[in-house]
């Protein structure tokens, strides 16, 4: 039961209602002047309680913050460079890790000048092997911020843990948090505690539930900025694809939930030429953003070589996905 | 191996090539002017023999015939009333089941007025429980054909075995083969023996080399007709769509294949609210038509209640899905 | 609900019944002295109805007749050679494919001298694409007959299509229905009216349920001589097993249905060496009998060349099998 | 390529080498008298080289030093209580969550006189949602300490993050990673700087190899106790199982590494009738332990109600696993 309260509210009501229900062992969560209360549905108000309540909303799913019921408007992210959500379309691109100096000033360039508001790029990898490039670290994050600076952009990069978000926090406007890590709980928390803007990846096998609901282990925590990044699931059939971009999601999660989607379809993928149609697919199904990996050189890059795009792919790509963004508002 | 031949022909010399192969039992099939050898990627052409070669393409997959690399241009299905492929976009609309004579009479104009060409309606239903609702069988078949008369609409209804083919070819225009016939070979080369096109669904865990090799059954037995739809794969999480609908896979299949790709968006959401998007999901990914289930009244359905949309609610899904099959052809 | 009448059964009463439920439009199902009504958990019977019920069961799932809400103890099917469910367990092995006729004729010998008791071989094979070994056909289906009789051994072989149920239906014991048609419900009908013994192969993303009610497909026409077959689903990961054996799906069948489940781990690994560790866990959940390729040159069989035992493989298996089977009795 | 020097190692020789591979910019890893080189199966080694090697293996999997190939005897881990691995066959059990002092007490006398040698219990739990109980914390794991030690048992319990690595440490006697966090690399480098064993439970969505290699990560920084613990995989019906039970990488798991392999049959059940079922498939296809939860009153637990068994229960599991474990070993 969601109970939103008049306001101003009228304290000295409020705090009868929340002892009563504390008396009656209801879990409840107080939210600005909404009071969730799990697992009750019903409840009968005596008039003088029911006077400062505005509206009830009888169920609610288990990520109550989240969800549309609790807030039925658009989250809408403001960074220095950016609104995340609502209307707008958002395009964050980059080398999937920082390599070196010279070739992040030079990709944030390019990005920018193809339609990119936000630079992406890898500084601590989540990688499969221990034996496979780790990226280079605190070393890796001051180019990405200094480049970013250069070309006034929003900085996103991946936080793989607790200790890491003091640290990565000073260089990034946005936090990612990748798909093995959707449901590390400690780290959800974590970033939950800081008021920076999180980009929560969907796990390889994550249910539209459980992305929800590690969104909620963030807000919960006072940090409403979620993004929900959806990039791909892992099916029966990799011989073509990565994974299988799940566009039924990002309609499901727009409806359920007011955060901002953004498609990652570089992971979805797995290969350059599929990028593209994937990314408008995911436009089409209503994603308010697009996370691309650009290099200059994909067949030498030292981590995901074979789904990074070329600047001139990227910029074909912003191009159409514009317009099908501009389509998809209209018709809303 | 794929050797294409000059035309006209030189028979001696083709006849002669072919007598070798068959001495050193390398397995061929001629189509038209091509010579397809399995299992064979280099042969040592005398100069009399290369005389008469147009081309040779080294590798080609097991479904040799179903491929880019034996047609590189795309298939154009005509019919009366359509061509479907290549920069077509073929909008094929109707209810699950033809329930009785005068709903399809009355749903054939009003998806006609939306815009559709094609009309569906099942006749023969599959269904998972036999105690469930089986069709009107011949009855059903008699309706929507006279339906679709008199609205100048082209018909599509599923066949479910071998002995059905020659009583459904009588009413239909486009054979159907479903999700769980994907790999009734039998069935598959009996309607590949008919001049009929065939729109092949794609199975719920076939990969996309097992829809191509379906495909492959069908071509082998003289029909090239084939339209290759993706309904959506099974996943791990049907809480909210029935499916999930692989958008990579019709970039993929496109890629591969010279068949029209359709995206049944309405078995892969499963939820009517989800249809629209998951269909301009298909479009932008580069699918070329569109099978929608329509009914006036869903909730009444007898069967896929949840899933069909109203003549409103198709209609403006129509307008949305041409504008962006507009701007996908523009950009490919 | 489910109503057991008391036997000899009132035919007045009984049918008086009937006809009241018929007027209520309740969709019934007699079987023996059993009726089945779909849709309806509770009515009041009069003192007069009532003296004729010997039991009800108020709720039943959708495949009624197939399931211990109907039919509490196990059925066990009789052949020439074998009773199979209940307590005893069969073992039935042969090749992939009937090559020829000498092999198949010593490879009974010698699964016969392991302790099989049921021979298989495929005579019409299903083949992922047209250019693939078809079978020998109805040579094939001869061969493999004579090998059987030679040996005391019932056959076990796999009919793909209605046309071909009488042919084949010449030959074998057991009808084999493969994974691909699991859902080829003309089929499953065809063979349903036939009184030979059906095994039922899960289909690769078969549910329990859609396996269950494929089963009823076949009961329902009047055959009640149904084995499931679990050979293992597709999953996410084929790199070193075909399939994934899902043993718990093997406990879930045997509680709600009555028919005996069988256990075919050749198709499940994939790999020779994989098949008697996947045997042995399909016993232990409760398996009542195995279907194992064997082949005496399994480098040189012209189908599944890596997944077939030689004969002294399966040996091993065969004794190992028996004793956990010997176990898992003992402790039901 | 792995490079088994002859012991004792002649250094001066040995350092040659490694001076010799690391101009050769290639990647090596010594372990104690093994030299592991990534991405190469050749070198022409001179005379005096040669002298000193005992063997070579040209290719090795990137888990290099978890694989068969490094080190091809079983690893058995020593603790207090247990020998695990080998032909050794270790029961661990206890609730799925410690919810206060006197339950666990009783608990663990009641799992040891059934034969448990380890008892589990979770202090710090990992929720889906924010609002479910999360555990006792410290105080849990102080009750599970005293339990363990009065009834002679080692202790088994889940670190969820880096920080919590040093506090679980000091009371328990093997770490758990749950299948949520197998690629949280942080924390597996953690408990890879410590000493005690690890039970490393596969991913939902795992890949065998990426299981592997999570387990590379703990034992390349120096800890070569890890147990792999398969607990049941996502897959598309979860109807009647919570998760599908791979038997299959059971027996991979053991023939490509060394480490034990233990069946957590309660997670992959979700039910506690299948329980029992599901663990004698593990042990069945090779596994050498079972990790089961076990509460004297299921239906009131604080977590995993519907999974766990009753004392009763699990000693009629204990005892049917072990004769199935006994002829499994005669027969490997």
């Known amino acids: 039961m969601i109970i939103q309260f008049k306001t101003p509210m009228n304290h000295v009501i ?12 209801h879990h409840g969560v107080m939210s600005d002047n909404h009071l969730i209360i799990y697992d009750l549905d019903h409840f009968d108000f005596t008039d003088r309680e029911a006077s400062v309540i505005e509206h009830i909303e009888a ?23 950016n609104k995340i959500g609502g209307d ?7 080398p999937c890790s920082v390599e070196n100096e010279e070739m992040i000033h030079r990709l944030a360039a390019e990005v920018k000048a193809a339609g990119a508001t936000v630079i992406r790029g890898g500084a601590f990898k989540p990688r499969t092997s221990p034996y496979d490039f780790q990226g ?9 911020r200094e480049a970013a600076d250069e070309n006034d952009l929003d900085v996103i990069t991946e936080v793989m843990s607790v200790e890491e978000v003091e640290t990565i926090g000073e260089y990034t406007d946005i936090f990612q948090i990748g798909a093995r890590n959707m449901q590390n709980f400690d780290l959800l928390k974590a970033v939950g505690k800081t008021n920076k803007p999180v980009a929560l990846k969907r796990g390889l096998a994550a249910t539209i539930d459980e992305w929800l609901n590690a969104a909620e282990y963030i807000i919960s925590e006072g940090n409403s900025k979620v993004m929900l990044v959806e990039r791909g699931i892992r099916s029966f059939d990799s011989t073509y694809t990565r994974n299988i971009l799940d566009v039924g999601a990002i309609a499901v999660a727009k409806k359920l939930s007011h955060f901002p989607i953004i498609v990652d379809s570089s992971h979805a993928a797995g290969h350059a030429d599929l990028v593209a149609p994937m990314a408008y697919a995911g436009v089409a199904a209503g994603a308010q ?3 691309i990996e ?9 981590s995901d070589a074979a789904q990074q795009l070329t600047p001139a792919q990227f ?3 912003v191009a159409q996905a514009k317009q099908i963004h501009a389509l ?3 018709h809303d």
């Not at 169920?59 to 460079?81: G, M, N, V």
């Not at 280079?136 to 990405?144: A, D, P, S, T």
Request: proline share 4%; aromatic share 6%; no cysteine.
């Open 289 to 291: 953003g697009l996370l």
């Open 14 to 25: 409020v705090d009868d209602i929340l002892e009563q229900m504390k008396k009656g062992h």
């Open 88 to 94: 707008n379309f958002t395009i964050m691109a980059g």
């Open 315 to 317: 910029t074909k790509l």
């Open 328 to 330: 998809t508002e209209n």
């Open 294 to 302: 650009v290099h200059d050189h994909p067949s030498q890059a030292l």
């Open 136 to 144: 280079l670290g605190v070393e890796g994050l001051r180019y990405l």
């Open 59 to 81: 169920t609610q799913p288990r990520y109550a913050l989240s969800s549309r019921k609790f807030q039925p408007e658009d989250t809408i992210i403001e960074t220095a460079h």
